[in-house]
């Protein structure tokens, strides 16, 4: 009875997270959102579009610090958690790549008007931007898995996801609002200015974020044991 009341007590976070998914997931579709021009229905999608914006943020940040614990410590485990948070985070950085571009492909391209066609309004700053954060990501893991010794490995591994984490606040906030864009929010984020989103969606939308992430890190822990379990596995 003590491991039930101790595997519950640990686990209290994972029952959050699908509670609130499924929140998002019936009110995303039930609730009522403000009928804005040319968003019409679509403006639901900002639950799960920004919320795996959220939950790729928060998994880099959570990487970029285990980078910097393990250039402290020098503890090998802590490159493998910032490796496997990178790559959720990639995953849920190309579902929400994905996610906007659908999302824009409804609402601001025009096959009729060659100033808002699709290949014209592929060429977003706010894109690009995120293309080449996500690329830069990818390299990342390719720069870590051509490695073979495991301390140099590490060591280069976490310089180099400092320096990712870095550049990705300039790739997609930063240097996208200098530039002209179609997105909303240049001089702000419209998915967290509490102006620009109804009380009705915040009820859904924070609840989306939270969910995202708590799912971007339970299926990073999973990982991580695999990797570990592997890891273990190839030292005996």
């Known amino acids: 009875m003590i491991s039930e009341k101790s595997?519950?007590?640990k686990s209290w976070w994972k029952l959050l997270c699908v509670v609130l998914l499924v929140y998002t997931f019936i009110g995303g579709i039930l609730m009522k959102v403000p009928e804005l021009p040319a968003l019409d229905e679509t403006i639901r999608n900002l639950y799960f579009h920004v919320g795996m914006w959220f939950a790729m943020f928060t998994l880099f940040t959570v990487s970029v610090v285990n980078a910097i614990k393990y250039l402290r410590t020098l503890n090998i485990k802590y490159d493998i958690y910032a490796r496997q948070f990178v790559v959720v985070g990639i995953v849920f950085g190309i579902l929400g790549y994905s996610t906007g571009a659908i999302w824009m492909s409804y609402t601001w391209a025009d096959p009729n008007n060659p100033e808002t066609s699709f290949s014209t309004v592929a060429r977003e700053p706010k894109l690009i931007g995120t293309a080449v954060a996500l690329l830069i990501y990818c390299a990342y893991l390719i720069l870590r898995d051509s490695i073979t010794d495991m301390d140099k490995r590490a060591r280069i591994s976490s310089v180099y996801n400092i320096f990712a984490?870095?550049?990705?606040?300039?790739?997609?906030?930063?240097?996208?609002?200098?530039?002209p864009s179609l997105h909303p929010g240049q001089d702000g984020n419209?998915?967290?200015?509490?102006?620009?989103?109804?009380p009705a969606m915040r009820m859904v939308e924070f609840p989306a974020f939270i969910g995202w992430a708590l799912l971007g890190l339970w299926i990073t822990t999973l990982k991580i044991r695999i990797a570990i379990a592997r890891e273990n596995r190839l030292k005996n």
């Open 7 to 9: 595997y519950m007590y």
């Open 190 to 198: 419209p998915a967290l200015n509490l102006k620009d989103v109804s």
């Open 165 to 179: 984490f870095a550049m990705l606040f300039p790739t997609i906030m930063i240097i996208p609002r200098i530039l």
